[in-house]
């Protein structure tokens, strides 16, 4: 089955710069990728996602690249705020959205003043 | 808007017993999902459901059983727990789409 790395488990940035996670996945049917962000103490919520027909989406700060070649995507989150320290899951589906998605171990991001 | 609720918040359990998770879900959502999330392992699909009565195993279902009695509500049964076992688990749904709602967890912890 499908298989999802993500290649930082942890990530500290300064306020105001950038962060990037990245993941990369085994499945090349897999078509459908996207990330969640859990804050301590609570569940998951959805912040953004990309479909394997297009390989940028950007929404406010937030921009997914997808090189689907490497099989490969990447969360970046500019101009970096105290309230974007959290666990990141990346996630992909293997083609049935109602399959489930596999998820990465997360990356925990804390941004420090 | 909608949302998930999950009983209980935290569960505690002895060895062997048979423990109960549910999950109700006001979005009208078709499809309902139960995920485990271990510390340091990310989350893994346990059981899923597209429909009332529907159920489909997920990577980890070996363990567990599910029933969705309806279509607003998912429920998840840990056969046997196993000693020291500590996870959350998490209920998911989704309308027709990839784009997955959660629920607050419910925090098993087995003595």
């Known amino acids: 089955g499908e298989k999802v790395e993500q290649h930082q488990s942890t990530l500290s940035v300064r306020e105001g710069d950038s962060a990037v996670i990245n993941c990369t996945y085994t499945?090349?049917?897999?078509?459908?990728f996207p990330w969640y962000k859990q804050e301590a103490g609570k569940s998951l919520h959805f912040v953004i996602d990309?479909?394997?027909?297009?390989d940028r989406k950007q929404s406010q700060r937030l921009t997914v690249l997808l090189d689907k070649k490497a099989k490969r995507f990447s969360l970046h989150i500019t101009a970096t705020q105290p309230e974007d320290s959290a666990i990141y899951f990346c996630?992909?589906?293997?083609?049935?959205?109602?399959?489930?998605?596999?998820f990465g171990l997360g990356t925990r991001v804390s941004v420090f003043p | 808007g909608g949302i998930i609720t999950q009983t209980p918040k935290f569960l505690i359990g002895q060895e062997g017993q048979k423990l109960t998770l549910k999950c109700q879900q006001n979005?009208?959502?078709?499809?309902m999902y139960w995920y485990r999330q271990d510390s340091g392992k990310g989350l893994r699909l346990i059981y899923y459901?597209?429909?009332?009565?529907?159920?489909q195993k997920g990577d980890l279902s070996e363990g567990y059983d599910a029933s969705r009695e309806k279509k607003s509500s998912f429920s998840l049964t840990v056969t046997s727990a196993q000693k020291n076992e500590m996870a959350v688990f998490l209920c998911?749904?989704?309308?027709?789409?990839?784009?997955?709602?959660f629920g607050p967890g419910t925090r098993l912890t087995v003595l």
């Open positions: 998911a749904s989704s309308m027709n789409s990839y784009e997955q709602y």
């Open positions: 979005f009208n959502h078709d499809t």
């Open positions: 996630a992909a589906s293997m083609g049935n959205y109602a399959q489930g998605l596999t």
């Open positions: 499945d090349t049917a897999s078509s459908y």
């Open positions: 459901s597209i429909t009332e009565n529907d159920l």
């Open positions: 990309i479909r394997s027909n297009v």
